[in-house]
């Protein structure tokens, strides 16, 4: 999946390489804004992560292969995060992003460090009855650090081999909570036994979290204070020889030119038809986030497919919206899953940070320019036909038909579904909600028609008439489609068996509905709208 392009240099334009496919770094590093959000924290913190570790690499001499896995394995740290956030939500007062922000300068094997960060932090912003009660669920369970390592360690492990990042990279997210002295989790390794990115990557957050929260002399004083404890000796003096000027680099607002440039030469690129292997991975990193959301994305995206081909996509939209599909809900990292999770109605605050996510998702894919393609499609499959969606509030032809697509497959899909404050439908009382919503003009007619018949789901004498514009009845479609090709009344009546009397009160409601007053115009409205045979 993933090769070295040797013609090519860590200084080539993003999202290309000059031996042709796409360069990861680019990819990656956008996908890892998505892991900053589902863990808390701001913008960019993973690529500093990588940053530091790829300076630290260099100082360790190491050769350009290993210095590429350092670099992969610290990108990915947070690839992890979401496989723990149910259980996390649970004993922090349902804010689940608020954990690793409140620990983050604990060092996690000293008790009263630990203690006293989630006193001080955890589940702030709730009321204290909730915050209190959290501190004392997270400080009662022994084992909640052990089982929370292992399941960020297992999910990123397994996620990392579907990217096809290589083993040394997945290894060493398997050991990105161990410690040079044994007491990490989930083995309990120690010294040597951790393999070297797992040991510059354990250095590289370390420095990262301190220089943004605690600033560059406090950052200094901790990995003194921690070689030979959580650090390996030997890495942690590869920074401190070149501190300086790593703590510079750090310091900018942005690093993502800095990243893209730390990358060790030769590029890393993707073969084109690997991309789906990508995006599948962070439809299952965001859907593992709630167990109500299991499956949901690439269920989404195995529905865009059929509905695609019904509709006579070509095949270069269907790819894109299959695509679109698996990503569509990248943005749901960005919201605590007490959100998600939640039993009873949202309150005004709730629904705000829920319609926040489709412009989460949107703003992480701009950033690549091999997603860029997607993000419009991500960022309106909440948008309605009729405006009534979010979170721009578009509509009508603003709407390009693989976005309606991808709406109407992401409604039904999530109707089939469990949520926590509603049991599954059947996919018959699906299918009828979906006709409704198009009777309703939420949804775009013959989007919902290509989706039920993808679903599997009969055209059944209702539901074509769900798909009909205006309200038009069927009979009114007929005598449309004569008057369109230019019959009288009388002639329209002949053809259809009824009288002249009757075709012209058809012909009337006709032009009450659609709005024209016209032969001509009943023909341009009829062809349009796809009602000519």
Known sequence: MVRSAHSSSASDA?????????????????????????????????????????RVAEALGLDAPARAD?????????????????????????????LTPALELADPVDLRQVAGAAARKLARGQPLGVRAGAVIRFLSDPRGYAKLARAHCDQAVALADQLGVGPAVARALGEMYERHDGRGKPAGLAGAQISLPARVLVLAQVVETHLRLAGPTATLAVVRARGGQQLDPEVAAAFLDGARAIVDELAAPSVWDVFLAAEPAPARVLAPASLDDVALAFARYVDLKSPFTLGHSTGVAELAVGAAATAGLGAPEAALLRRAAWLHDLGRASVPNGIWDKPGPLNAAERERVRLHAYHGERVLSQAPELAALAALVGRHHERADGSGYHRGISGAALARAAQILAACDVYRGMTEARAHRPARTTEEAAAALADEARRGSLEREAVAAVLAAAGHRRTRSDRRAELPDGLTEREVEVLRLLARGLSNKEVGRALHISAVTAKNHVAHIYEKSGVATRAAAALYAVTRGLVD
Request: net charge negative.
């Open 70 to 98: 350092v670099y992969y394995a610290a990108l990915l740290r947070y690839l992890g995060c979401t496989g723990y956030a149910h259980e996390e939500a649970a004993f922090s007062g349902g804010d689940d992003l608020s």
């Open 14 to 54: 993003p999202g290309t390489a000059a031996g042709g496919g796409t360069r990861l770094a680019p990819l990656l590093g956008a996908l890892s804004l998505a892991t900053d959000l589902g863990v808390g924290l701001p913008p960019e913190s993973a690529l500093r992560i990588a940053v530091c570790a790829a």
